[in-house]
């Protein structure tokens, strides 16, 4: 179905299921982005209100005094240029300024891995920041220090909220330093090495730029051998690499 069949039947739900209080308020949070305790009372959107359309999961919270209204609502022009958009605000708003979506969800941003499915988010954060609950989010926090941040971009925004994600390279990088290919097991070693041969292949790809990255973070041994391998693979199958 359509994004606007589906604003279409969500309007007509809205006109059966809801109070004229109830329409204000989803008036007022058409837009998505998430609203505040105190902005939504400011707008005149009393509590008792919003726990009605939260009990109809036509709003959501997302921390205690944050709240959103669910996507099939939202005015069809918001809806996120991305489709991994939607959950990565999510992830981002909970963790905070610092967080930034990095690892397996970078991958899949970038086209890196074979699954492309979300199935939670993974994000950084700066070590001085406190680990955020929630299931959905896998917070990881980093001890680079000013290197954290390195090779981390804006790629758009959705709910107000900045999607800060890690670069085609700082992504590569990250799986190799997370993974058996530098001694460590919290990326497996098949991710890190199907990354680096998909980026091997990747229009966008910047060789100096990896080097350089994989070189602040100490893994440029692994990388550079890995993207041998990988170059040596594909020529293999008839394409010839240049790097």
Known sequence: MLKRDLLADSQAQ???IMGPKMRDAVKVMK????????????AGID???????????IVHTLIRGVYYLDEKYVKESNYPPHPNFETFSL???????????HLYSAASFHELNVDGNVQYVTLGLDRDRGLPA????????LSEGPKTNLGVEVYGEHR?????ITN?????????????????SDVDEETAVDALN???CHPDKNPALLDKMAREFGVENAVRIAMKNSSRSIEDEGVTLKF
Do not use: H
């Open 14 to 16: 809205i006109e059966v």
């Open 31 to 42: 837009s998505g982005r998430f609203f505040s305790t105190a902005a939504l009372d400011e």
């Open 47 to 57: 509590r008792r209100v919003l726990k009605r359309l939260e009990k109809q999961e």
């Open 91 to 101: 992830g981002l708003k909970n963790g905070g300024d610092t967080a930034f979506v």
């Open 134 to 141: 929630g299931d959905d989010f896998k917070y990881r926090r």
């Open 160 to 164: 107000g909220v900045p999607i800060r």
């Open 168 to 184: 085609l390279e700082r992504t590569v990088v990250d799986l190799v330093y997370y993974s058996p290919l530098n001694g460590r």
């Open 198 to 200: 998909r980026y091997a």
